[in-house]
């Protein structure tokens, strides 16, 4: 009895490994599959990027149709960043849906739904950190190395913004570093002086009450709840 007992232990021990098994294998392999098509879906639409199509906007009426909450197009120099940038009609969507609307754990580049872009001072946008090196993976590159790239361009409909980076850093999900409204000017330039003391590069970049800012935003999994912001200036 105590055999024929261990013997079907050994055999549930079996079967429930290889169980375990054959669903790491099916959730790997769904993975590799979601990397891939995300990738397709932007190399189909990169022929739309703005910053390689002469009038601005062709680029950006075509990607219109394709997706009626396109913004902007996202360049940040010697990174993978180029992306269209879209904004929903909450902060939900966007975070499992790609730019076509299609269910994707990459989500799409957005900006909040609350600001009125690259009207308010800050304009809030929104990417996930792939563990492939897709959409704002390459954020944590710049963190790393500050002096690969300190500038960061955005193709609107007819015109193309440029910024410099004025501060990088990491910190919890608080919800003081995503403000976009100060009722007087002085809380506004303290509110930049803030996120320029918290950055890990030294950028002394002229700031004022005039500033308009943008804030990049990906996750930061070094600790709970985590997050990885950099906030760059308008200069043109």
Not at 226 to 236: K, Q, Y
Request: hydrophobic fraction near 35%; aromatic fraction near 14%; glycine fraction near 2%.
């Amino acid at each position: 009895m105590n055999n024929q007992f261990k013997e079907v232990s050994r055999k549930l021990i079996l079967i429930v490994s290889i169980t375990v098994f054959i669903i790491s294998l099916i959730n790997f392999y769904k993975g590799v599959k979601e990397y891939y098509n995300n990738d397709k879906l932007y190399r189909g639409i990169s022929n739309l990027n703005p910053f390689e199509n002469n009038d601005l906007n062709i680029a950006y009426d075509e990607l219109k149709e394709l997706n009626s909450d396109y913004t902007a197009w996202l360049y940040i120099p010697n990174t993978n960043i180029s992306y269209p940038i879209v904004k929903g009609t909450d902060n939900s969507f966007y975070l499992n849906h790609n730019f076509l609307k299609e269910e994707s754990k990459a989500g799409s580049i957005f900006i909040d739904s609350n600001v009125n872009e690259f009207e308010d001072k800050n304009t809030i946008i929104y990417g996930h950190y792939m563990k492939d090196g897709s959409m704002f993976a390459d954020l944590h590159k710049i963190y790393s190395n500050p002096s690969s790239t300190n500038k960061i361009y955005i193709a609107t409909k007819n015109k193309i913004l440029k910024y410099e980076i004025f501060s990088i850093f990491k910190d919890s999900a608080n919800i003081s570093n995503y403000q976009t409204f100060w009722s007087a000017d002085e809380d506004y330039i303290n509110y930049l002086n803030n996120l320029a003391s918290k950055s890990n590069n030294n950028y002394n970049t002229s700031l004022n009450k005039n500033s308009s800012i943008i804030t990049l935003s990906t996750c930061d999994f070094n600790y709970s709840n985590g997050r990885l912001l950099i906030v760059a200036v308008l200069f043109e």
